[in-house]
């Protein structure tokens, strides 16, 4: 399942992709570019926006309704009977498939105690953001698990 969610659900935006899920993030407030970027790409609409006329909506669009990012995960994955696919397989910056790079590829580009600490490493492509299995994964991965169960 693909994404498209409006300036109102970046955080959403950002958790989805934690999952795996392919999300694109729309910052523009421009209603009728989104709603061309949802229809020409097949993407599902994820939006709190209450002025944007239902008819104009893609099918299957999902008006999200709570504003705390934890709930509106929910509701997502309620929705469309989800669960994570492919957990931290995302840039979390801009929705490119991470890909493996060896910790030689990254010395210099993270702190040397990373270096020291892990052996797993992963770069977006296209931004150059680097990951690896940190302390801040753990704490996503405990609160995936409490809203996935």
């Not at 209450?50 to 099918?59: E, F, I, N, Q, V």
């Not at 979390?92 to 790079?101: D, G, K, W, Y």
């Amino acid at each position: 399942m693909r994404f498209l969610a409006d300036a109102m659900v970046g955080r959403l935006a950002k958790w989805l992709r934690a999952l795996g899920y392919d999300t694109l993030y729309h910052r523009d407030g421009d209603d009728a570019a989104l709603l061309a970027t949802a229809a020409a790409e097949g993407r599902v609409l994820l939006t709190r926006d209450t002025r944007l006329p239902r008819g104009d909506l893609p099918a299957g669009s999902l008006l999200i309704r709570s504003d705390r990012v934890e709930d509106q995960i929910r509701e997502v994955l309620r929705a469309f009977d989800l669960r994570p696919t492919s957990p931290g397989t995302r840039c979390l910056r801009c929705n490119t498939l991470l890909a493996p790079v060896s910790r030689e590829g990254v010395a210099g580009r993270v702190p040397d105690f990373v270096l020291t600490r892990y052996t797993a490493f992963r770069t977006c492509p296209l931004c150059r953001r680097i990951y690896w299995p940190g302390t801040h994964r753990r704490r996503m991965g405990e609160v995936l698990a409490r809203l996935c169960g």
